[in-house]
Structures are given as structure tokens and as C-alpha cells.
């Protein structure tokens, strides 16, 4: 049986389906060209920010005073043509060389290559070295630093901002302190620990990184930074200076406006998520970074830390936690807690400030208004000195109203507390301070004080010296009678019990009076060798 001859119908509903197959595969197609076309545009995109400078705003005359002008480079024309037919024709060539490309020239300019004669083209003839000063030479290095820089942050050239006496000489300053600081040792990662607090440590983080340097010459914060892409809009420099009147320094520029798409930004990045792993390895969220610990990507990781960790609603709660103490705390110096200790706690909450405002919008208080927090914070303080200085801070001629720090230095010298209690403790004191901290509701113990007013404790030789006869002899006595006493005994035969307090209180005390007569010996002796 022969089989059946396909209709018209089946040849329509065959050509409907290759249609529909044709169609779904140019969708594909055209969707793939479109990702390509979307990265090779991101690529050139990326490209022109290097290939800025080839539209600098330099005329022939412009370039010719920039390397000859005595001001400038200061080179002659016969050197600088020189230069020309070794590549370096315009400022923008000034990129390809760095120091040792510099000195070979000026190596090859002392002792040039021999050129025919004139008079016979057979023969060789030397010819006259080319003049490179070294100032013209140590000038040429600077700026080519320079120009690499406005490279780098895709700032178009032009002969305003390549002038030798302004935007080269502090570039040189800003650039000197940076591979200074390239020179020394790494800072310690700064950890973060199991329960801290991520808002916390990104402040932490972000100052050590900015000590990290990577393989373009820069920190590593421009990682950190949330936008990929740099800005197109350049923005203008501040007046005599390489760097933008926003940034402040050539470094802060380079944090915003350095590339993701540079050929070495692998290698940072890398260095980055190193650091990021070294410093949550132990804590609470060291399964955040997991998907980025393959490709070792210190931006993603950093991005997840900040982005899970670190939202807006932490930065809400730390701004709460830093108003409440820096608005509600009291000090009356009555306790133990010193001024110094006071107000470094409410700096560290407007450091807090500080951090979650780039986060966050949020306005820091001004140094008025510190002053004015710090003053009201101390109110309960009745110490006239304290009360004398909060009055000349008050006073709106002395200058200090709008002075945080400087009327916190005026203050700490009147601290009560630091007063009453001196900078240093004693043995004695600490013992005391052991037991009263470790079990609290207990009695105080302290070493008592003689008929002559003497404290029992330890004296430095030069401090025993200053004590008077009286005191002196009443040390010694107190020596004497302690002197080799062992602890109190416990328990007995009588069957009354002792206490824990009891023991404890008989085997500090029992310390502390071997520790005041060793010292005590020890000042005499020194004493008596005088």
C-alpha cells in the first residue's frame, strides 16, 4: 500500500511552523546582538574616558610654551625637538613616560647617537649633547604625573590647568604624600565581631581602606563607592589646583572618578575582598560574602554588607541612639565617671552622625549647637570651677560659643572627678575597685589613713620625699605593725562560721598591706641612701 500524498493543507500548516521557528530565532538573534552591542558600547564608553585628553584645548603655540617657556618646562627648542623625535610631540604624549623613561632620555640627550657629516654623508661626526636641566627634568616627571591623573579621571588637558606654579606644584605635594603613605605598613583590618554593628564597622572599614593602596596608585575606596559608572559631566577644579572643589584632593577625586573598567581593577578588587573576608570571618554575617568569595569580588561583597546589613533603618536607629546621649546624658561630676570619658562619648555619637549623613539624609548639628548640648549636659555640675569656665564658654566675646573642641579643652583641666581621684590609682584603689565591681552591694575596702594624715599606700621615692617627718614616721610605724602578718584566719574551733565576704575582705586586705609595706620599705631605703 503506497503511502499518501501530502495535501496543500499539510504544506501550509509545514511552512507556518518553519515561519514560526524563523521568527523565534531571529527574536533570539536579535536579542543577542543587542546584549553585544550593549557591552561593546559600555567598553567604548569606558575607552573614551582615556582618549579624553586627544581633545585637550592646547594650541601649537600653547604647547610650544609649555615646554620651553622658562616658567614651565623650561627646555630649549633644540632639546625639545629632540624630545619630539623620541614620541613625546604633545602634553598628552607626557603620559607614556614615567621616571625611568625621563632618565634614560636625559642619559641619551648627554651623550647622543653620532650623526653623518655634513661635509661627507660616509663619515660620522658627534654631536653636541642636548641640555636637560634638572629642574626642567624633575619638572617633566611631575607633570607627567599630572597628566596620567587627569587621565585616569577623565579630565580633559588644557593649558590652564598644567601650569608648573600651581596645579603641578601641589599635585607634586598631594602625590609625594600619598606614595609616602603607600611606603608603610598596612593598617590591621578592622574586625567585626559577633553582635557588632555593621553601621559601626563600615565607618571603621572605610578609614582603613582609605590607607590601602592598590596597584593604580590610589586607595581602595573607590571600590566602595555605590555608583559603577563614572560621572560624564568633569566637574570644574578648584581655583590653582589638580583637584575639584567637592573632592578637596586629588586622592578624593581619584576615589570618585577612577574606572571599574581598567585593565588593574581586577587585581584591587581582589586585594579588597581580602580584606573584607579577614575582617567578618568570625562574625555574624560571614555568609553574606559567600556568592563573591569564588570570583573574589570585593565590590559585590561590600555592596551585600552594606545593602543587607546596613540599610536605612540602621542608620535610623544609630542616629536614635547618638541623639539620646548626646541630648539626654547628664554629668554632674558627683560619680566616677570622668569629664574626659563624658565627652568622648559624645564625640564618638557625632562621629556617628558624621557617618550615617552619607547614608542617610540627615543635617549634623553645628558647632553652635554642640557647644550649646555640651554646656546644657553639664548643668548639674556644681563645682565652682566648672561653673566658672561654662560661663566664660557662654560668654558670647570669648569666642568659644562656636567652638566645640576648643571649649572641651578648656573644660577637661576643672574635671572634679579627675581632681578627687588623680590620674593614676593605687594598688589599694584598684584592689577596691576589683572587689566593688565583681561583687557588687559589697562593703568598700580601702587602706585607712594615719593620725598625720598620711594615706597608707604606695609612695614613688621622689613623693616619699615630699612627705613631712610626721608622715614619714607614721608610715614607718604602720610598717612595723603590719609588716609580716599573714592573712586572717578563717573558721576555728569555736564552730561559728565565716562568710565568702568575710574571706574575701581578709585576703585583700591581707595584700594590700604586704604590697603598702614592701613599697613603704623600699621608699625608706631610698630615703635613707640620700
Known sequence: MSSPTPTSESNVSHFGVLICIIFFDTLHLCVLIEKVAHYFLRKFNNLLQYTTLATMIF????????????????????????????????????AEWKSDEWDAFASNCRSPPRIPDPANAANLIHQQAFAVPVRSLQRLKIASGLVRHYRDTARPLSAANMQWNTQCENFHVQRKAMDDAMKKDALSVPKLKKGGSVTKWESSMTVN????????????????????????????????????????????????????????????????????????????????????????????????????????????????????????????????????????????????????????????????????????????????????????????????ADDFEGACRLLLPNCPVAKKHGTKRSAAQISSTTVQESYKNKPNLKVGTGPSGVEYRYYAPHLFKKLSKAQKDDLKAYRKKNHGKGRAKSGGGGGSSVTFEKQLKGKVASMIKKQVAEHVAAAEKADDDD
Open 209 to 400: 581602606a582609605k590607607m590601602q593602596f592598590g596597584t593604580r596608585g590610589s586607595d581602595l575606596t573607590y571600590i566602595m563607592r555605590k555608583e559603577a559608572d563614572v560621572p560624564g559631566a568633569v566637574p570644574a577644579l578648584a581655583p590653582g589646583m589638580p583637584y575639584t572643589v567637592e573632592g578637596g584632593s586629588i586622592q578624593a577625586d581619584m576615589e570618585s572618578r577612577l574606572s571599574l573598567a581598567h585593565p588593574l581593577y581586577q587585581l584591587d578588587n581582589e586585594m579588597f575582598f581580602t580584606l573584607i573576608e579577614e575582617a567578618v570571618r568570625d562574625s555574624d554575617h560571614a555568609n553574606t560574602i559567600k556568592p563573591f568569595e569564588r570570583r573574589r569580588d570585593g565590590r559585590g561583597a561590600w555592596l551585600a554588607m552594606m545593602g543587607n546589613h546596613a540599610g536605612d533603618d540602621k542608620w535610623d536607629r544609630l542616629i536614635e541612639t547618638a541623639e539620646n546621649y548626646i541630648n539626654k546624658r547628664k554629668w554632674d561630676g558627683s560619680g566616677s565617671l570622668t569629664l574626659e570619658s563624658h565627652i568622648d562619648r559624645l564625640k564618638s555619637a557625632y562621629i556617628d552622625l558624621e557617618a550615617a549623613k552619607d547614608h542617610v539624609p540627615y543635617v549634623c548639628p553645628t558647632e553652635r549647637t554642640r557647644v550649646k548640648t555640651l554646656l546644657a549636659s553639664l548643668d548639674a555640675c556644681v563645682d565652682p570651677g566648672m561653673q566658672a569656665v561654662m560661663a566664660t564658654i557662654k560668654n558670647p566675646n570669648g569666642g568659644m
Open 59 to 94: 594650541t601649537a603655540g600653547q604647547q610650544t610654551s609649555f615646554f620651553e617657556n622658562a616658567a614651565q618646562m623650561g627646555l630649549s627648542n633644540r632639546t625639545r625637538l629632540q624630545l619630539g623625535l623620541e614620541g613625546i610631540v604633545d602634553v598628552a604624549d607626557l
